[in-house]
């Protein structure tokens, strides 16, 4: 759900030992229930309409990508847009089949400011962790 959009409240039953295990959860990532299982559903019903796109969390936050690789939605975009939007030569240069890339451009045309609103953050932390690291090698030098 967007930041910006309005909650509306609608009555779920659950079984009791789901709630059990999303009471557990939710205490072990520190975060609300209700935001926990409302990420769930989210990315559940994009896993149904996109199923070769999972998603894993980290810095920057949770993040799109490609099941079975370590490539992030952004990451494929990125290649895709320096291939000349190319599905074939990004397939080739990421050493994955077509049909995947195709998979995280579909996803990207459904979600794409999401999509760059991660990349962009991604990039910010990395800049970041090359100040740090170039502090440190003065620092040793």
């Known amino acids: 759900m967007a930041r910006d959009e309005k909650s509306v409240h609608r009555s779920l039953r659950?079984?009791?030992?789901?709630?059990?295990?999303?009471?557990?959860?939710?205490?072990?990532?520190?975060?609300?229930?209700?935001?926990?299982?409302?990420?769930?559903?989210?990315?559940?019903?994009?896993?149904?309409?996109?199923?070769?796109?999972?998603?894993?969390?980290?810095?920057?936050?949770?993040?799109?990508?490609?099941?079975?690789?370590?490539?992030?939605?952004?990451?494929?975009?990125?290649?895709?847009r320096n291939s000349g939007n190319s599905a074939a030569e990004t397939a080739d240069y990421l050493g994955i089949p077509e049909p995947w890339v195709r998979a995280a451009a579909r996803y990207y045309g459904a979600y794409g400011d999401e999509v760059d609103g991660f990349a962009e953050r991604a990039r910010a932390i990395a800049e970041r962790e090359e100040e740090l690291w170039r502090g440190e090698q003065a620092v040793l030098a």
């Open 14 to 80: 659950l079984g009791s030992s789901l709630v059990a295990s999303l009471l557990r959860r939710a205490d072990e990532a520190g975060e609300s229930a209700n935001r926990l299982a409302e990420r769930y559903i989210d990315e559940g019903l994009r896993r149904e309409e996109h199923p070769l796109i999972g998603f894993r969390g980290g810095a920057g936050g949770r993040r799109a990508a490609l099941v079975g690789t370590r490539l992030d939605v952004w990451q494929v975009i990125e290649t895709l």
